[in-house]
Every structure is written in structure tokens, then in C-alpha cells.
């Protein structure tokens, strides 16, 4: 199916097999490396059969990047030039995060901010507690009353919960409303399209499984009560315009279109998840600036979830100032990963500064255990990203001049570095 499309001088050809074949050898040895896969199914079968050593695997990745950096640095297809220098660097850096990967299975210890450097290209500035305690004060003046801010905090978002049995119908009306928004904008594929699956003990609220051929499958965790926020959080994050569209914008305009095999596998710990996150979590603003989405939740979701439309604008505020505190989060992850706070400690943390409650904090930490530094990719992502797209379309950019230079950055394969 690929092959037939592969334009027929390809000189990256051979080195972007064998980091496609890299990838899939580390995905042996982690079970969460390999996100994605829609390439020759016959390599995941030998990757499978050869189960390359974690010595092999960076013995090979390290002459892979010195092949990368040998390979002609000039496009054979001209109109292709600054695309294919993106290329280059985002294969070197790709493979240079596998070999960090590789040296964390085999035992390497790497601070935080050494680990997401070396992951995910990119490091999460430090913020003193003074400025989450400025916003907890802004919070505890517009959440009066007795007890603890986070009980009342807890209480008033009772009232914001998604009954379970208007989940589905819910979150279905925020994809729809989310592909429409995109589609507007951006040229999708006629045969794109996702299935939504409800699932429980899952670290994640939700996931973008990309299965390749423009299709996603959906996952939507519903261990903990489901705000209402949450429906067009993860409609547009998982869906439109983010992962579901990342993938297929890449798997169009990369895979098809050039022939470049290297985007069908989606190594989850390499600087490519710093983009999918920061580009999934500024989509949603994207898609719907602020004043859109007071309406769109007044109009369409509220009523449909059956909540009090009076409190929209209410709700979003207090939300608002919350999202203030998600850095608190990163600060929780660095502590607790460099050994200064233990599992209880950063569990504490993320009540006090980070608003989560006690269950929330728990599956918190539960993600943090499994991904580690990756907490950095949604708010230091969608910051990076937010600060690209308005460098790149100017602050005061059209709604149209905004999706398109998203839509350019969701095409093409820039690193986190490359945003600045
Ligand atoms: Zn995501």
C-alpha cells in the first residue's frame, strides 16, 4: 500500500526503515513506547521474532544518527527544501531521544528536567509556590465559605458532573461540533473517522489510539465522575483538531503524499509527543476561543447534559483560574521524580497547590509513575504551541490565518526546539 506511493529516489529511504525498525525494537522492551504503528505489518513481526537487545538497539540507533547526519541535506523534490530539513532534524533528534529512552530501560537515573530534555527537547521552567498561592487566593474569594478550598471546590463542581447515562450522548455532540468547527478550516480525507470506546482502570481520562488508513479509536476512561468541561476538552484533544487530526494530516501529507515511512510509528517518549500534546491542548482554544464556547456550552452541551445553563460563565470562570495552577502539577511531577517528595507527598501537593482532589491526585500520581516527565507536554506544549502560532500568524491573526499556520504546524514534523 506504501510502497507503491514512495517517490523513487528517496535518499532518507533506508535510514528512515531502520528507525522505524528501531522503534519497533524498543517497543519489546516497553510497553508503552510504540503508540502508534501503521507501517509494513511484517516489521512488527520481526521486531517481535529478533527482540534486538537493549546494547544492539543503541548500538545500531548510534550509527543510524550518524548516517542521518551524512544524508544530503538538500531536497531531491526543490519545492520540498524547508520541509525536508524539518525532516532531518526531527529523525536526529528522534533517534537521539530513543538512545535516552534506551539508556533509562538499561538503568540510567536522569533528573526531571535532564529526562524531558532529553525526551521531549524541551525543559518546564520552575515556579515558586508564591504564584500558586496568589492564584488559591483568587480562588478562595470566589469559592466563600467553611472548610478547606479544595472541599468547596469539590462541592461546587458536584453541580457540573455529566449524569453517566448522558455521557455518551454529551461527548458525541462535542466531537460533532468540534469536526465541524475543524472541517471549516481544514481539508480532512472524506474517509477519516474514529470509534469511541468507554473504558475504567486507566491512569488517563481519555486516549487517541491512531490505527492508521485515517482512522482512530477513542478511549474515554470513565473511572472518575466526568465534568461537563471535559466533553469538549477531550472532543477536541483527542479528535478535532488534535490527535485524531495530528495523525492524519501527518499520515497524509508525510506518509502518502512523499512516501516518508517514518510517520508510522509514533514513539510516545520522543519530543513528537511534546507537539501531538501542546497542539491537542491549544486546539481546543483553536477551535473555540473563549466567548465560542461560553456559547456553544449554554446553548448545546449544558442543556444536553441536563445541567443550569445560568452557570456557564460562572463555571468557566473558576475553571479559568484552576488551569492557573496546572504548572503546580509539573512542579509535583519534578519533586516527586527527583526523590524530594515520596508518593504521598506529591499526592499532597497536587490537593494543596495543584486543586486536585484526593482520588484525582491518586491517578495523578498513578500517570506520573507510568510517564514520568511526560506531564510537561500538555501545558508547556500548548504553551510553546500558542506561542508559535501567534509569532507565526501575528496576536491579532484572523480566525482563518490561525487555523492555517495550526493546520501547517500539524503537517510537518517541527521539534519542540523549533517552536521558538
Ligand atoms: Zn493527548
Known sequence: MLAAQTPPADP????????????????????????????PPEWRKSAEAAKLSLEAIDREAASLEADVAAS????????????WALRRQYLARQTAALRSRVAMLRGQRLTFDEESRALYDAVSPARPEAAFAAVLEKLEAQLPGDGPLIERYDRFKQAFVIPAARVDRVFREAVRACRERTLAHVELPPTERFTIEYVTGKSWSGYNWYQGDYKSLIQVNTDLPIYIDRALDLACHEGYPGHHVYNVLLEKNLVRDRGWIEFTVYPLFSPQSLIAEGTANFGIDV?????????????VLFPLAGLDVKRVKEYYDVLALVDQLSYAGNEAARQYIDGQIDRAGAAAWLVKYAMYTAPRAEQRVKFI??????????????????????????????MARRWKEFAELLSSPRLPSGLK
Open 12 to 39: 532518507l529511504r533506508a535510514v528512515a526503515e531502520r528507525y522505524v525498525k528501531l522503534v519497533l525494537a524498543v517497543g519489546q522492551h516497553d510497553a508503552d513506547y510504540v503508540d502508534a504503528y501503521y507501517g
Open 72 to 83: 544530503p541535506a538538500t531536497s531531491p523534490v526543490p519545492q520540498d527544501a524547508s520541509l
Open 287 to 299: 477551535a473555540f476561543p473563549p466567548a465560542d464556547r461560553l456559547a456553544l456550552e449554554r446553548d
Open 369 to 398: 509513575d507510568q510517564y514520568r516527565s511526560y506531564v510537561i507536554n500538555y501545558n508547556l506544549g500548548k504553551d510553546l504551541v500558542r506561542a508559535y502560532i501567534d509569532k507565526k500568524g501575528g496576536r491579532e491573526a484572523t
